[in-house]
Each structure stands twice: as C-alpha cells, then as structure tokens.
C-alpha cells in the first residue's frame, strides 16, 4: 500500500511515460492494481479525457465496491488534497478557486461525495478528518464563487 499510495497519480499524470504494465512489471499486481482503481481517467493516446463530471461521478460510485487497501490509498490522497485546498483558499482568497477545470461549487460537490462514500465504506479518524475539512471549505467562502459567478 505505501508503494501504491506514492504512485497512486503516476500513471494518470504521465501516461505517456509510465503505464500500469509498467508498474505490475517493477512492483506487481497489488500495485497496479491499486494505483489504477486510484486513478480518475486514464483514456488510450490521442483521445481526450471524458467530462470532468463524468470522471468524477464515475470516481465516487466505484469507492462502493472498492477493497480496503484502494479505500485507504484513496482516502489519504483526497484527506491530502482536501487540507491542501482549505489551507490554499485560506491563504490566497477567492481567486484560488479558479486555478481548477471545475467551479468552487463543484469541488465541493466532489469532496463532499467523497467523505460521505468514505464515511460509509471505510469509518475511521481519518475519514471524520476528511469530513470536517470538507465542511469547513464549505463554510468559508464567497457566496458568488459558490454560484459560479
């Protein structure tokens, strides 16, 4: 799990470099597989990538029937990147919300979808973690970014 949880990004961030061949072959099949549960889209080359909602949607139903060490993996990365944009949208205001491919609104939509699957599907400190810092990047904020204004 540490080794996946390290290369959970690696295949969807630089798929032109790395596959999950490429990671069965150097760290096995537990690996591979965990990274590539962890992965949001990951379309053939040339193709694009399907619809930010789509891909997230998509993302959120297959926690359901995830297994324990993709949950874990996961919920760490997303515990990680939830701390990372409370703390950014503290620290550099309303504009932050404009460096992603979604509105305010919709990353909150996202995260929210998270811990709630979280809270069903692997309890814990660290998922209650997740859920307070979602409500807390919902209760701060500017109520014409939440509009998508």
Known sequence: ???????HDSVEDQSD???YDDLNQRFGPRVAV??????DDVPPPGQPKRSWKERKQQYINRLA????EVLTVSRADKLHNARSIALDARTFG???WQR???TKADQL??????????????????????????????ASGDPSVDAGE
Do not use: D
């Open 17 to 19: 470099k790395t596959s």
């Open 100 to 102: 992603f491919n979604a």
């Open 65 to 68: 029937t995830a297994p324990p």
């Open 109 to 138: 939509w996202y995260y929210g979808e998270l811990a709630q699957a979280f809270e069903l599907h692997l309890p814990g400190p660290q998922t209650g973690e997740l859920s307070r810092v979602v409500a807390s990047m919902n």
């Open 34 to 39: 965990v990274v590539q549960a962890c992965s």
């Open 1 to 7: 799990m540490a080794i996946a949880g390290l290369l």
């Open 94 to 96: 309303v504009a932050f």
